[in-house]
């Protein structure tokens, strides 16, 4: 099947998110649709696949003019959507979720589970998911839940998919099988739109690149590119890839952790007898798969986890056991690795998400009146600065690209006066513009004299951020290290093997 949009435009108000964008996907062709975020990839794609309408233009399957009022028309036509958030219900088994809104029914009516648990088994076998159709969703890894959200495209007999930044909540090895899958997917006929931001994944599977900035067709660019050429065909300047920072002026130990342990409710510890130290002005950055107690590490420190021993000194001020509010009002700054879930309120707007943190007292509260004027000519200051892309500060936060959240989240937690800070997963389905902004402010913050954990699962972000790195491997540092300490140890550390001379 061949796909062609030919001058789509969608409007929302006077924002005009895509400006008559033309292009073609070909049957077992992989067509990368490279942006900023806020770069109208999404927009695009919703309109294709019947969320939205356009305004202008025409959409053609096989060179037939396709008119989508829903997603369900955009299916029947055949075309499937893999959504950066998973469109699943999380108590439902995969073939619950896999036959949702397209159910057969067998004898006297009832439903025929058994002939949607046997298509998961099918389209499972034929591209080596492994996926038990009889899991319940939530208890699965995100790897395997976007397995299922492919297996539920591929099963409405799909034949152009859009992945839609597919890789924003994946591990490097889940996003090397989601690689391998698109390109047997292309190898069985499809056609595949795959919408990123990445520039080593975009060299890596695409077929054809289309660039995309501020809603217009920019240029077209051949898997052979450079990544610089991609930046600066993305942000439409030169874009530094490489994070640029002297050796760190060290002062005394900030914080302090000792003998650190996290359990859950069911007694199951993520955090086990953890140590280190971080002194002013340093970077620390923590290495390691997703899922080896990165999340409850973080969590501990902002006292966000219920059972915790052990102590968390900063400035010879212990924090563990103290409220959220207190170790927000000693100075920690916290940039969580799920923004949606953690660090924004979606409904509220961007003047009051910047506020969040400091919503009780000056200089946003007097009296207990809120300062409306004070607010808000922070947030307008904030939105230049931080180059937040925006119709306005009373846009919702839930209404912005993910990479311009991000921004909101990095520009509430770097305005405070802060004595540590916690980034975890800082730059996570940022684009290369704005990856190259936070990194810079991280190094700024770290310049200032304020110690900085940074975790990250992208070793590149963690190598270059980095002052010393430490390594976990199932809740235990396996070894704290120097920056520069090759690739492929650091590689073994993540599989838990532990180094001659690292420090544990």
Same mark, same amino acid.
């Given at each position: 099947?061949?796909?062609?949009?030919?001058?789509?435009?969608?409007?929302?108000?006077?924002?005009?998110?895509?400006?008559?964008?033309?292009?073609?996907?070909?049957?077992?062709?992989?067509?990368?649709?490279?942006?900023?975020?806020?770069?109208?990839?999404?927009?695009?794609?919703?309109?294709?696949?019947?969320?939205?309408?356009?305004?202008?233009?025409?959409?053609?399957?096989?060179?037939?003019?396709?008119?989508?009022?829903?997603?369900?028309?955009?299916?029947?036509?055949?075309?499937?959507?893999?959504?950066?958030?998973?469109?699943?219900?999380?108590?439902?088994?995969?073939?619950?979720?896999?036959?949702?809104?397209?159910?057969?029914?067998?004898?006297?009516?009832?439903?025929?589970?058994?002939?949607?648990?046997?298509?998961?088994?099918?389209?499972?076998?034929?591209?080596?998911?492994?996926?038990?159709?009889?899991?319940?969703?939530?208890?699965?890894?995100?790897?395997?839940?976007?397995?299922?959200?492919?297996?539920?495209?591929?099963?409405?007999?799909?034949?152009?998919?859009?992945?839609?930044?597919?890789?924003?909540?994946?591990?490097?090895?889940?996003?090397?099988?989601?690689?391998?899958?698109?390109?047997?997917?292309?190898?069985?006929?499809?056609?595949?739109?795959?919408?990123?931001?990445?520039?080593?994944?975009?060299?890596?599977?695409?077929?054809?690149?289309?660039?995309?900035?501020?809603?217009?067709?920019?240029?077209?660019?051949?898997?052979?590119?450079?990544?610089?050429?991609?930046?600066?065909?993305?942000?439409?300047?030169?874009?530094?890839?490489?994070?640029?920072?002297?050796?760190?002026?060290?002062?005394?130990?900030?914080?302090?952790?000792?003998?650190?342990?996290?359990?859950?409710?069911?007694? @199951?510890?993520?955090?086990?007898?953890?140590?280190?130290?971080?002194?002013?002005?340093?970077?620390?950055?923590?290495?390691?798969?997703?899922?080896?107690?990165?999340?409850?590490?973080?969590?501990?420190?902002?006292? @966000?986890?219920?059972?915790?021993?052990?102590?968390?000194?900063?400035?010879?001020?212990?924090?563990?056991?103290?409220?959220?509010?207190?170790?927000?009002?000693?100075?920690?700054?916290?940039?969580?690795?799920?923004?949606?879930?953690?660090?924004?309120?979606?409904?509220?707007?961007?003047?009051?998400?910047?506020?969040?943190?400091?919503?009780?007292?000056?200089?946003?509260?007097?009296?207990?009146?809120?300062?409306?004027?004070?607010?808000?000519?922070?947030?307008?200051?904030?939105?230049?600065?931080?180059?937040?892309?925006?119709?306005?500060?009373?846009?919702?936060?839930?209404?912005?690209?993910?990479?311009?959240?991000?921004?909101?989240?990095?520009?509430?937690?770097?305005?405070?006066?802060?004595?540590?800070?916690?980034?975890?997963?800082?730059?996570?389905?940022?684009?290369?513009?704005?990856?190259?902004?936070?990194?810079?402010?991280?190094?700024?913050?770290?310049?200032?004299?304020?110690?900085?954990?940074?975790?990250?699962?992208?070793?590149?972000?963690?190598?270059?951020?980095?002052?010393?790195?430490?390594?976990?491997?199932?809740?235990?540092?396996?070894?704290?290290?120097?920056?520069?300490?090759?690739?492929?140890?650091?590689?073994?550390?993540?599989?838990?093997?532990?180094?001659?001379?690292?420090?544990?």
């Amino acid at each position: 099947m061949q796909l062609a949009l030919r001058n789509v435009t969608k409007r929302f108000g006077s924002l005009i998110a895509n400006d008559h964008i033309s292009l073609t996907v070909d049957q077992g062709e992989i067509h990368c649709l490279l942006g900023e975020n806020g770069a109208g990839k999404s927009t695009l794609m919703n309109v294709l696949y019947g969320l939205y309408q356009a305004d202008e233009g025409e959409i053609l399957v096989n060179g037939e003019v396709m008119s989508f009022a829903n997603p369900g028309d955009a299916i029947a036509a055949g075309i499937g959507m893999v959504h950066q958030h998973f469109m699943l219900v999380p108590v439902f088994t995969v073939a619950e979720n896999v036959m949702l809104g397209n159910e057969q029914t067998g004898f006297a009516g009832s439903l025929d589970l058994e002939a949607a648990r046997e298509r998961v088994r099918e389209i499972s076998a034929r591209f080596g998911f492994h996926v038990d159709p009889d899991a319940v969703v939530e208890n699965l890894p995100v790897g395997v839940q976007q397995r299922v959200e492919i297996i539920k495209a591929l099963s409405r007999d799909a034949r152009i998919l859009v992945f839609d930044e597919p890789t924003a909540v994946l591990t490097p090895q889940e996003t090397d099988e989601l690689m391998q899958t698109m390109r047997q997917l292309r190898e069985s006929g499809a056609a595949i739109v795959f919408i990123t931001h990445k520039l080593r994944e975009v060299r890596e599977v695409a077929d054809r690149i289309t660039v995309i900035r501020r809603g217009q067709v920019v240029g077209e660019a051949d898997p052979t590119a450079s990544n610089a050429e991609l930046a600066s065909l993305m942000v439409g300047r030169p874009v530094e890839l490489t994070v640029h920072k002297g050796a760190p002026t060290l002062g005394e130990d900030a914080l302090v952790v000792s003998g650190l342990t996290v359990a859950d409710s069911n007694g @199951l510890v993520h955090v086990d007898n953890v140590s280190f130290t971080i002194r002013r002005g340093e970077v620390l950055a923590v290495a390691g798969v997703q899922g080896n107690g990165q999340t409850e590490l973080t969590e501990a420190l902002l006292g @966000l986890q219920e059972h915790v021993l052990g102590s968390i000194v900063l400035d010879g001020h212990e924090l563990a056991g103290r409220p959220v509010r207190k170790i927000l009002d000693a100075g920690v700054g916290f940039i969580p690795e799920d923004r949606q879930e953690d660090g924004l309120v979606g409904e509220f707007s961007i003047a009051e998400n910047l506020m969040l943190d400091r919503s009780f007292d000056r200089p946003f509260v007097r009296n207990g009146t809120l300062q409306v004027t004070t607010r808000d000519t922070f947030a307008r200051e904030k939105l230049e600065e931080y180059d937040i892309r925006a119709p306005g500060i009373s846009t919702p936060a839930g209404q912005l690209s993910g990479g311009n959240q991000q921004k909101v989240v990095v520009a509430r937690e770097l305005s405070r006066d802060l004595r540590l800070l916690v980034a975890a997963q800082p730059t996570r389905g940022v684009d290369v513009g704005s990856i190259e902004f936070i990194h810079q402010q991280v190094v700024a913050t770290r310049d200032s004299g304020v110690p900085v954990l940074v975790v990250s699962t992208e070793l590149d972000e963690v190598v270059a951020l980095a002052d010393r790195i430490m390594v976990l491997y199932r809740g235990q540092v396996v070894g704290i290290v120097p920056a520069d300490t090759p690739r492929e140890v650091l590689g073994l550390m993540m599989t838990g093997e532990r180094p001659a001379g690292a420090v544990a």
